[in-house]
């Protein structure tokens, strides 16, 4: 009896601990939440550089098939390969001993031209002499004049003949064309080449400065003629390239736009624009893939929008949250052109002065109020767990 009266006393005695550390049993009431604090950006007309980027490929600067002129046996290579080569320097020597024949022959006929022409001249005098007594028929005398020419002619042809003897011999000597890096030779020592192979003896490219050759589409292209025709766009004379290598690396030194094809690609669509870029050590190689960042122009009055403020709705528009009339939240459709960088550029749908929500929008409908500041990207966002440092420094 007296363990049931202790029992009873015992839960009594936890409910009334129970209901005063509930605050005496009596509901409490939440309190009533104010405007939800939101952070946004101030929308601004400023001027920004335009940029694409379009997959190239390196060109060589110049290139030269080394091909020999004359017929002959390969004596010898004069040259390493891949080596850079200067413009004149000798690469190959054929075989020389015909040539130099033809031009001892050449320069014999020429002896017995010349020597032709000194007899035929003096005949032509001394029958001028006797023609004027009559001596002689006038005939004989203009015979006299047709063969003196003719002598002359034939000292004329054999001049001609000699250097021509003297260029094959010359060209017995393959020099380079033009300054460069040479590749692997085709022929060797010993090869049989003629002035008619389709075959080159190797190829000499000039990579310092190189080409890059960069595929845009031709709407494209349109589209920013058209934005610069119109005073949309303003360009510089030599618009700036940047690279970035196959491996991801910047490239380095900038390089300029020289040209854009003007005929279209039937088949793609795309026109060619060159650019040029130095190379002194020679990185760039021709037949690389590359991918070239190009500044297309400034647009003098242009609206940016963080990228992280803006949504997409059931048809896929671009939707932002604005802070409105009154400090209440208004939905905004926007009309998109490209990313640059973190933002989106912006061309409808917002109009200077207008207050982006950056920050906090998450849980926002249209009509709440809200208590809007400027955003800080560098900012920690509201709700943020502290740090464990910071965590350890508060609990102690």
Do not use: H
């Amino acid at each position: 009896m007296f363990s049931k009266r202790l029992m009873g006393c015992v839960l009594a005695s936890s409910a009334l601990l129970a209901l005063s550390a509930c605050g005496g049993g009596a509901p409490q009431q939440q309190a009533p939440q104010g405007p939800a604090p939101v952070g946004y950006v101030v929308v601004r007309e400023e001027p920004v550089q335009l940029t694409t980027e379009l997959p190239g490929r390196t060109t060589a600067f110049e290139t030269s098939e080394v091909r020999p002129q004359v017929n002959g046996l390969v004596q010898a290579r004069l040259f390493v390969e891949g080596d850079v080569v200067r413009k004149g320097q000798a690469l190959y020597r054929i075989d020389p001993a015909p040539y130099e024949a033809q031009v001892a022959s050449a320069r014999a006929a020429l002896t017995r031209a010349r020597s032709s022409i000194a007899s035929s001249a003096a005949l032509a005098r001394r029958y001028g002499e006797l023609v004027k007594i009559n001596a002689i028929a006038r005939q004989e005398y203009e015979n006299a004049q047709t063969t003196a020419a003719q002598a002359r002619a034939d000292v004329a042809a054999q001049q001609a003949a000699l250097r021509t003897a003297q260029i094959d011999l010359a060209r017995t000597t393959i020099r380079a064309p033009i300054t460069g890096r040479i590749g692997r030779s085709v022929f060797t020592t010993g090869a049989l080449v003629s002035a008619a192979q389709t075959n080159a003896l190797a190829t000499i490219q000039r990579i310092d400065p190189i080409y890059v050759d960069i595929q845009e589409s031709s709407a494209d292209l349109l589209k920013l003629r058209r934005q610069i025709i119109s005073g949309q766009l303003t360009r510089d004379g030599n618009a700036r390239v940047k690279l970035m290598l196959e491996d991801g690396s910047d490239y380095g030194p900038e390089g300029t736009l020289r040209f854009a094809d003007v005929t279209v690609d039937p088949t793609t669509g795309s026109q060619v624009i060159r650019a040029l870029f130095p190379n002194p050590n020679g990185l760039l190689l021709p037949g690389m893939f590359v991918r070239a960042s190009l500044v297309e122009g400034t647009q003098s009055k242009a609206m940016l929008v963080p990228q992280r403020a803006v949504s997409r709705d059931e048809k896929g528009q671009a939707t932002v949250l604005v802070v409105g009339a009154g400090d209440k939240v208004e939905p905004r459709t926007l009309q998109t052109n490209r990313a640059i960088g973190d933002n989106w550029l912006v061309t409808g749908g917002l109009k200077p002065g207008d207050k982006v929500i950056v920050e906090g929008g998450m849980m926002l409908r249209p009509g709440m109020p809200v208590q809007g500041k400027p955003w800080n990207p560098n900012a920690k966002p509201a709700g943020q767990p502290p740090q464990q440092g910071q965590a350890q420094a508060q609990a102690k």
